[in-house]
C-alpha cells in the first residue's frame, strides 16, 4: 500500500541513527484502514462521526478524504472510490500518492470494518499527543519572551487554559445515556436527600426557606442573584457561600460544599471583615473603623479560629474573564474539591477577547453562556450576582421584574434560577414626610404616624423575590435583614414565605 513507509512515524530512532530526530505522534496505517472501512461501509461514520474531524488526520490528504466522505454520507449520498474521484481527479495532494487511485486502493486493502472505532480513536489520540507537543513548543517560546504587557503568571494561565480546551473537546465520552442510567442517578440524589436532616436536593443556602423553595442550589445550575446597589447582593451571596462552607466542615463533606467565592468588587480583605463580623457579633463599620472594646477580642480570636478551616476561599482578581475564572475554577475543584461557586458581579466580567467588545450587551450574553457552561463543565451551581436597569428606580412599585434583566443580554435565558434581593426598607427610609404649607399639624402628624407605622413593619425585613426556577415553583420568600451584621437569616417560623 501507498505511504507505508509513514507507518513508523513517531516511533523512537534508532540508536544508531546518524540523524536521530524525533516526528510528530501519528498512525498513518490507522488513517489509511479507517477511510477503506468508510469508503467500504458508510455506517462505519456512526462509530467516529461524533468526535473524530478532518483536522485530526496528521496526513493532510487523509484528511480531505475524510471530509468529503462525511459531506457526501450527510447529504444522504453513497461516499465510495467511484463517487469520490471526481472530487479528487486533480487534487495536488493526492497526485503525490497515486491520485483518484489511491481511493480504490484503500477500499481494497480492507479486511474488516469492525475496528473502525478503534481506529478512529487511535487517529483521536494520536492528534492530542501532536496538540501537547504544540502547546509546550508555545510555551517555552512565549515564556523567552520579555513583554512588558503579559507577565509569567498571564502564560500559565493561558496555557492553562489551552489544555482545558483540548482536554474538554479530546473527551469523547459524550453522548447519549440511557433511561435507567439516569434514572438510578436521579434515585441516588433523591434518596441521599431523604436521608439527610435538611432533606434537599442540592447544596444548602443555610436558609431554610429559600432552601426549601429551591431545594438547595443545583449542580450544573446558574443562578442569577439580581438587584439593584445597596439591596445587599453580596451580603446575601456570602451569607450563602459561608453557610454552605461550614456545612460542609461540619458535616465532613456530607453537606454543603466547598466555596470559590470570585469578588471583583470588593477586596479579599474587605470580605473577610465582613465575615468576621458577621460571626464574631460586631459591626463591620466599627472594625474599619478601630472602634472596637477590649471584650470585642475575644469573639474575634474564636470567629477567626472557627473561620480559619471554613473551606471558603476567595480570588479578588478584577476584571476577570470567563477563560481565567474557569482556570482558576477547575484548578480548584483539582485541588480543594470545588462545590459552589460565586461570582460578585457579571457586569465587572469581561468576555473572551482581549478588548472589550464594542457591544457591551453582546458580551454580557457570550459572558452568561460562558459561566453555564462552565457549570455543566465542572457539575457545580454557580451563583452570579448582577445590578438592574434603572427602570425600576422610576416604578412606584420597586420590586424587579425580569424585564429589568432584559438589557443584560441572554441572562433570563440561560438561567436556570433567577433570583431578586428587595428590601423596602431601604426605599421607604428615603420616603420620609416633609411637612408641607398646606398641612395642618393633625394631618402632618396622621401622615408622619402612617408612615413610622409601615416602616415598623418593613424594618429588618427582606424579601428573595424567586422570578424564574426551570426546575421549581417561583415565589417570594421573606428573611430577615441585619445591616449592622451584613446577616441574612430566616425569619421567626410563624413568617411564611409568600406562594407565587
Avoid: C
Avoid at 507537543?133 to 517555552?140: A, F, K, P, R, Y
Avoid at 457545580?380 to 438592574?388: E, F, G, I, K, R
Amino acid at each position: 500500500m501507498s505511504q507505508t513507509s509513514f507507518v513508523a512515524a513517531g516511533a523512537p530512532p534508532a540508536a544508531d541513527d546518524p540523524v536521530a530526530y524525533r516526528t510528530p505522534p501519528a498512525n498513518v496505517e490507522a488513517e489509511q484502514a479507517l477511510l477503506g472501512a468508510l469508503l467500504v461501509n458508510n455506517r462505519a461514520l456512526d462509530k467516529v462521526g461524533d468526535f473524530l474531524r478532518a483536522e485530526h488526520f496528521f496526513d493532510p490528504a487523509h484528511g480531505r478524504i475524510f471530509q468529503a466522505i462525511t459531506k457526501l454520507i450527510e447529504k444522504g449520498q453513497l461516499a465510495n472510490p467511484v463517487t469520490l474521484r471526481s472530487l479528487f481527479a486533480d487534487d495536488a495532494d493526492l497526485a503525490s500518492v497515486g491520485g483518484a487511485g489511491y481511493l480504490a486502493e484503500l477500499a481494497a486493502s480492507v479486511v474488516t470494518v469492525v475496528n473502525a472505532a478503534d481506529y478512529g480513536h487511535a487517529i483521536h489520540d494520536h492528534f492530542l499527543r501532536r496538540q501537547v507537543i504544540q502547546i509546550g513548543e508555545d510555551m517555552v517560546n512565549e515564556a523567552y519572551r520579555h513583554s512588558l504587557e503579559r507577565t509569567a503568571t498571564d502564560h500559565i494561565e493561558e496555557a492553562e487554559r489551552q489544555l482545558f480546551e483540548l482536554a474538554t473537546t479530546g473527551d469523547v465520552k459524550g453522548g447519549f445515556v440511557a433511561l435507567g442510567d439516569a434514572l438510578g442517578r436521579a434515585i441516588e440524589v433523591a434518596t441521599a436527600a431523604y436521608r439527610r436532616d435538611s432533606q434537599i436536593t442540592g447544596v444548602t443556602t443555610g436558609l431554610a426557606d429559600v432552601d426549601r423553595k429551591l431545594g438547595g442550589l443545583h449542580n450544573s445550575d446558574l443562578v442569577i442573584l439580581a438587584g439593584r446597589p445597596s439591596m445587599g447582593k453580596t451580603a446575601l451571596a456570602t451569607n450563602i457561600g459561608v453557610n454552605s462552607a461550614r456545612r460542609y466542615l461540619e458535616t465532613e463533606g456530607r453537606e454543603g460544599a466547598v466555596a470559590g467565592f470570585f469578588s471583583l468588587e470588593m477586596s479579599a480583605e474587605q470580605l473577610a471583615t465582613r465575615i468576621l463580623a458577621d460571626l464574631a457579633g460586631v459591626s463591620s463599620d466599627k472594625i474599619r473603623r478601630g472602634d472596637v472594646k477590649d471584650s470585642d477580642f475575644p469573639r474575634f480570636l474564636e470567629a477567626s479560629h472557627t473561620l480559619s478551616r471554613v473551606p471558603f476561599f476567595i480570588d479578588d482578581t478584577p476584571a476577570l474573564s470567563v477563560g481565567t475564572l474557569r482556570t482558576r475554577a477547575r484548578r480548584l475543584k483539582r485541588t480543594h474539591g470545588l462545590g459552589l461557586i460565586i461570582i460578585d458581579y457579571v457586569q465587572l466580567m469581561r468576555g473572551g477577547g482581549i478588548n472589550r467588545s464594542e457591544n457591551r450587551v453582546q458580551e454580557l450574553s457570550e459572558i452568561t453562556r460562558g459561566l453555564k457552561a462552565i457549570a455543566k463543565e465542572l457539575d457545580v451551581p454557580v451563583v452570579a450576582l448582577s445590578q438592574l436597569s434603572r427602570a425600576v428606580e422610576q416604578r412606584d412599585d420597586k420590586r424587579p421584574q425580569l424585564a429589568d434583566l432584559r438589557e443584560s443580554g441572554s441572562i433570563e435565558q440561560d438561567a436556570d434560577v433567577v433570583m431578586f434581593v428587595y428590601r423596602e426598607q431601604y426605599y421607604h427610609e428615603r420616603r420620609e414626610p416633609v411637612q408641607k404649607e398646606t398641612d395642618s399639624p393633625d394631618e402632618f402628624r396622621k401622615r408622619y404616624e402612617t408612615w413610622r407605622s409601615h416602616g415598623e413593619r418593613v424594618h429588618n425585613i427582606a424579601e428573595v423575590i424567586l422570578a424564574k426556577q426551570r426546575h421549581g415553583p417561583i415565589g417570594t420568600v421573606k428573611l430577615h435583614f441585619d445591616g449592622e451584621f451584613t446577616r441574612f437569616s430566616d425569619l421567626d417560623p410563624h413568617h411564611q414565605s409568600v406562594p407565587a
